[in-house]
């Protein structure tokens, strides 16, 4: 990992911030005195759904978008039609995750983390920071009181209260030539030395957790977050996410357009073409075995054979994608563009 990295993280590149760390060349000026107070709010904006939205998910039936600028969207009738909550922030929110119809939370830059008890109705302000000039990148919740925010240089929360307060923990994963030896403890002082960027965690039905990392690095912890593993890494370019599939399958995907596939929970990796050289952002289960992952330049990556072999779908506008779901036999895209639907029959092999 390259020691000349700056400290300061452009706004203006949002989405490439939230999926692959990238920075601007000086530090970002100290935010202003009001964007520090309690009475700190988002703005309401008529064109919010064509605006920078980084990531989505279901609270219940509803769908929940995050973008910059604090900016939340909700839609109660599959998308159809958008209204935006206030929201306690105007940094911008790169993840946000449910995990049921009330309980959820977002995370973003200035290390910002915001709590929902309602579906994304009204939100509370739980954590802020900043001064550590950096974005928390993705947020998981095992249930309504416990959860992990992850995020740049190895930044690594955990909550036991349903995300009204957090706990910094220092992230020291097993190495691999030590595999014979105790996992080492997330309250431990021990570990990689690097403090890579962790962008993506994301669980199997299992309860393993699994953290996709910037230089090569893929993480696994088999007792919900409290030890993790080094995992064997197919190449040293940075990974923006990880998809467990059915048993012990799972894919992890990042930069130009590099995929693969484990059948033994990352133990191994086989390389599945893409054919495609943009960064791949996001990933959704279809139904009838069937995978979606986005990207960037417009790019859709569609399988209908379990995971093991995609073909290209790419936007005439090829405007990026940040993250892609499922939404009522439809796939709802956001990033550069907005928010998009399209059928899910329009997809290749549909």
């Not at 709590?115 to 802020?128: I, K, L, T």
Request: aromatic letters at 8%; a negative charge.
């Amino acid at each position: 990992m390259s020691t000349a990295r700056a400290i300061g993280w452009s706004v203006t590149l949002a989405l490439g911030a939230a999926l692959a760390c990238a920075f601007a060349d000086e530090p970002a000026a100290p935010p202003a005195p009001q964007e520090q107070g309690a009475a700190e709010q988002s703005e309401i904006a008529p064109l919010a759904p064509k605006s920078l939205l980084l990531d989505a998910a279901l609270a219940g039936t509803r769908i929940v978008l995050v973008g910059e600028r604090g900016q939340v969207l909700l839609s109660d009738d599959q998308g159809a039609s958008w209204r935006q909550p206030a929201t306690p922030t105007r940094s911008s929110l790169t993840a946000v995750f449910f995990v049921d119809a009330t309980h959820g939370w977002a995370v973003g830059h200035d290390e910002v983390i915001l709590r929902s008890e309602d579906g994304g109705e009204h939100w509370e302000r739980v954590h802020f920071r900043p001064e550590a000039e950096q974005p928390l990148l993705d947020v998981w919740f095992r249930d309504t009181d416990h959860g992990i925010a992850v995020g740049a240089y190895s930044s690594y929360y955990t909550s036991a209260d349903g995300g009204r307060t957090w706990q910094a923990r220092p992230f020291a994963p097993i190495m691999p030539a030590a595999r014979g030896a105790k996992p080492a403890s997330t309250d431990a002082g021990q570990g990689d030395e690097e403090q890579y960027h962790l962008n993506g965690i994301a669980a199997d039905s299992g309860g393993r957790l699994y953290l996709a990392a910037e230089a090569g690095h893929l993480y696994r912890s088999d007792d919900g977050g409290a030890t993790w593993l080094t995992l064997k890494s197919p190449y040293a370019g940075s990974f923006f996410g990880v998809l467990p599939l059915d048993g012990a399958a799972v894919l992890a995907f990042g930069m130009r357009g590099h995929l693969f596939r484990s059948e033994n929970s990352g133990g191994d990796w086989t390389e599945i073409t893409t054919g495609v050289p943009a960064m791949l952002t996001s990933a959704v289960r279809l139904p009838q075995h069937g995978v979606a992952i986005s990207g960037l330049a417009g790019v859709l990556l569609v399988s209908r054979d379990g995971g093991h072999s995609f073909r290209v779908e790419q936007q005439a506008d090829r405007k990026g994608m940040s993250a892609v779901l499922l939404v009522s036999g439809k796939l709802l895209t956001v990033g550069d563009g907005g928010v998009l639907l399209r059928p899910l029959t329009a997809a290749p092999g549909g």
